[in-house]
C-alpha cells in the first residue's frame, strides 16, 4: 500500500516548507516537491498542517490505583488518543510492594496484548527496590526494551520509595544506559497535611489542593535533581507544575546537569480556582493539584526557555461514579484527570494559535522530545524519510467545541467542557495506514503494536 500526501505544509521541530510526502508501507520513502508517484491513495493536504503524530509519554490505562481502575482500556483510551492526534502513548506498569518487576510486566501484557488500537510502550515503576529487583533492571532494558523507570515519592505505603533505594536504582539504571522517571513530591509532608485536614473535618476537594502545596514539589525535586547529580543518572520529572519546582531544575542547570522536564496540558491552561466549586472540584483532583496562574506564565516561559521538554497528558481517567467515592473524604477521590483525546488541540489551540510557543516549538514538546528522551527517535517523533509514517493533517483555523457528549475516552465528563478551540486534527495515519479521517477512526483493537525502545539519549 502507498500513500501520496500532497500540497501539504510540512512542519517537523525544526522546519516548515511546503512538500508531497510518499509512504510505502510502514514508513514515509519519499518527500519533495511535486512528487510524481502511482500511489494507491492521493490525499490533498492543501490548507493543512502536516505533522508527526503526537506522543504522549504519560498515560495511565487499565491501572489498579486507589481502589478502582482508571476507566480507559487500552483500545478505547489509545483509540481517543488517535482521534486526538497522538499515535504513540507510553504507559506506566506498577510493580506491586513485595512482587518482581516480571510478574508486574506479565499482569499488564495481559491487559495490553492484542487489544490497543495506536502504538503504544510502557515504563516501569519500581516500587519496591531490593537486590532481585537490581537484577531485573538489565533485563527490563535489554530484553524487553522498558528503557524508563517510575519512581514515587508519595502515595507511602502503595508505591513510594525512600532515598536509600531511589540512589540504589539510580545507579543500576545508570549502569545499563535507563533513565529514572519521578513523581517528585515530598510524600510524608503531604501525608502529615491531609492528617491534618481531616482532624479538622476539612474535607471537600479543596484540601486536596492545600494538602499539597508548591514548596512539597519544589523540595522533592531539588532533591531528586540532587540525587541524579551525584550518581550522574539521567532523570526526568514528570507532571511538573509549578514555579518552585522549575527554580530546582533551573538551579541544577548551573552545576550543567540535565534534568528533563514533563509538564501536562491541565496545567498549562487550568488553575487552582476549580476547587472552589464544592465537589465538582473532584473532576480536577491529580496529584500534584492544578496551581496558580503565576505558575502557568512560568510553566510556558519555561517551554521556551527549553527548560520545559515535554507536554503531556497524565491521562488517568475516572467515572463520575468513581470520583463520588471520595464524596465525604478528598483523600479518597481518585486522583486523576482525563485529557489524551484533547492534548494536541488544546496546546495547538491554546499555545500556537494563541502565540505562546511556535509550530515548531509545539512538535518539539508534543512529538520530538518524547520521542528523543525515551529511546524512539528517530523510528517516531518526526517527519523524515525511513522514520514510521505515524502523520497528522491538521486545520489550523477549524473550530470546535470539546464536550463529554462528543470526545471518544471512557469517561462521563470532560476537564474541559465547553472549551471552543481553533485548529482541529482532521487526518491521522499509524504507520502508514488511515486510523481516522473526518472523525471517524478505521483501525480497530490489535492494530496498535508495542513499541521496545532503545536506550535514552540524555543529551537531546
Ligand atoms: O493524579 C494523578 N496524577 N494520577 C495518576 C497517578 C500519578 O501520580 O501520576
Ligand atoms: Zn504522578
Ligand atoms: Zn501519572
Excluded at 183 to 191: E, L, P, R, S, V
Excluded at 391 to 398: A, G, M, Q, T
Aim: with cysteine.
Amino acid at each position: 500500500m502507498s500513500i501520496l500526501i500532497k500540497n501539504g505544509r510540512v512542519i517537523t521541530a525544526t522546519d516548515d516548507y511546503m512538500a508531497d510526502i510518499l509512504i510505502e508501507g510502514e514508513t514515509v520513502k519519499a518527500i519533495g516537491v511535486n512528487l510524481q508517484a502511482n500511489a494507491d491513495t492521493v490525499i490533498d493536504a492543501a490548507g493543512k498542517l502536516v505533522m508527526p503524530g503526537g506522543i504522549d509519554p504519560h498515560v495511565h490505562l487499565d491501572m489498579p490505583f486507589m481502589g478502582t481502575y482508571s476507566s480507559d482500556n487500552y483500545e478505547t483510551g489509545t483509540r481517543a488518543a488517535l482521534f486526538g492526534g497522538t499515535t504513540t502513548v507510553i504507559d506506566f506498569i506498577l510493580q506491586k510492594q513485595g512482587n518482581s518487576l516480571h510478574d508486574a510486566l506479565k499482569e499488564w501484557k495481559g491487559r495490553s496484548d492484542g487489544n490497543a488500537v495506536g502504538d503504544y510502550s510502557f515504563h516501569m515503576a519500581v516500587t519496591d527496590f531490593n537486590e532481585d529487583t537490581r537484577k531485573e533492571i538489565r533485563e527490563m532494558i535489554e530484553e524487553e526494551g522498558i528503557t524508563s523507570f517510575k519512581t514515587f515519592m508519595a502515595y507511602k505505603g502503595a508505591l513510594m520509595i525512600d532515598d536509600r533505594q531511589m540512589v540504589g536504582l539510580m545507579q543500576e539504571v545508570k549502569k545499563h544506559g535507563g533513565l529514572i522517571n519521578v513523581h517528585a513530591t515530598n510524600g510524608d509532608m503531604i501525608d502529615y497535611l491531609i492528617a491534618k485536614h481531616k482532624s479538622e473535618g476539612k474535607l471537600s476537594p479543596l484540601y486536596h489542593y492545600l494538602s499539597q502545596p508548591e514548596v512539597t514539589e519544589a523540595e522533592a525535586s531539588g532533591r531528586f535533581a540532587d540525587m541524579a547529580n551525584y550518581t550522574g543518572c539521567p532523570g526526568y520529572i514528570v507532571h511538573l507544575t509549578c514555579e518552585g519546582a522549575l527554580n530546582a531544575v533551573r538551579n541544577a542547570t548551573r552545576r550543567n546537569q540535565k534534568v528533563f522536564v514533563e509538564t501536562c496540558i491541565q496545567y498549562l491552561v487550568l488553575d487552582a480556582s476549580l476547587y472552589e466549586k464544592d465537589f465538582e472540584g473532584a473532576k480536577w483532583v491529580m496529584s500534584p493539584p492544578l496551581r496558580e496562574k503565576k505558575d502557568q506564565a512560568t510553566l510556558w516561559a519555561g517551554i521556551n526557555q527549553g527548560l520545559v521538554n515535554v507536554v503531556a497528558t497524565d491521562h488517568c481517567p475516572f467515572m463520575w461514579e468513581q470520583k463520588l467515592m471520595g464524596k465525604d473524604d478528598f483523600s479518597k477521590i481518585p486522583n486523576g484527570h482525563p485529557a489524551i483525546e484533547n492534548r494536541m488541540e488544546l496546546l495547538f489551540s491554546e499555545g500556537v494559535q494563541k502565540g505562546k510557543i511556535t509550530l515548531n516549538k509545539y512538535v518539539e514538546v508534543a512529538c520530538t522530545n518524547p520521542a528523543k528522551i525515551f529511546g524512539m527517535f528517530p523510528r517516531k517523533g518526526t517527519i523524515a524519510v525511513g522514520s514510521d509514517a505515524d502523520i497528522i493533517l491538521v486545520d489550523p483555523d477549524e473550530k470546535h467545541t470539546l464536550s463529554a457528549k462528543t470526545h471518544h475516552m471512557n469517561v462521563d465528563y470532560s476537564g474541559y467542557e465547553g472549551w471552543e478551540l481553533t485548529g482541529k486534527v482532521k487526518t491521522v495515519l499509524l504507520r502508514g495506514k488511515l486510523a481516522v479521517d473526518n472523525n471517524k477512526c478505521y483501525l480497530k483493537k490489535g492494530d496498535g503494536r508495542f513499541i521496545k525502545r532503545k536506550k535514552v539519549d540524555s543529551k537531546i
